[in-house]
């Protein structure tokens, strides 16, 4: 579920064409030196927080807290990064799965603390089911018989019994 979930999160965040990099979150502006070289506008995709409660049959509901991290190389002064956040923002607030509840932006960080990277984190919280942990061998259909006892007798007044619509 977790990687489906990635995989329809950064499918939405690539249907933005001021996006130029979308990828799992793992500090790599922090380790810019160190990492792969990147395009910017990017943005990283962190899974901050899953809590799981047991459902039936060993389905379970996962309450989800993801970090959008937008991330901007700016030298210069330049608003128009906030008309970017603005525009992931409206791509993922409210937009949902048929696994996951439609997202909601809970609250937004700026993030200022790096050499001429400038980040924003956008949080997100859904709600997900994981059919995954379903062990569906080890499941077992009870067939038990069931017995009608019928207390009254049968008052049939017309013969003729119809099977069909009655035409």
């Known amino acids: 579920m977790n990687k489906q979930l990635f995989i329809d999160l950064r499918?939405?965040?690539?249907?933005s064409n001021e996006i130029k990099h979308v990828a799992l979150f793992n500090s790599q502006y922090t380790h810019e030196k160190e990492e792969k070289v990147f395009q910017f506008p990017a943005t990283f995709v962190e899974f901050?927080?899953?809590d799981y409660r047991s459902e039936s049959y060993g389905v379970e509901k996962v309450d989800i807290e993801i970090t959008i991290h937008v991330c901007f190389r700016q030298l210069v002064e330049?608003?128009?990064?906030?008309?970017?956040?603005?525009?992931?923002?409206?791509?993922?607030?409210?937009?949902?799965?048929t696994y996951f509840s439609p997202l909601q932006r809970v609250s937004e960080e700026q993030d200022s603390d790096h050499d001429n990277v400038f980040v924003w984190k956008l949080v997100f919280k859904t709600t997900a089911t994981d059919e995954n942990s379903v062990n569906t061998k080890a499941l077992t259909l009870i067939n038990t018989p069931r017995t009608l006892e019928v207390l009254k007798d049968l008052d049939i007044d017309n013969n003729i019994i119809r099977t069909g619509d009655g035409q």
Do not use: A, C, E, P
Request: proline content about 0%.
């Open 11 to 15: 499918d939405r965040l690539r249907t």
């Open 48 to 50: 901050s927080r899953m």
């Open 78 to 97: 330049d608003l128009s990064f906030m008309d970017i956040i603005q525009n992931v923002s409206y791509l993922l607030h409210k937009w949902g799965g």
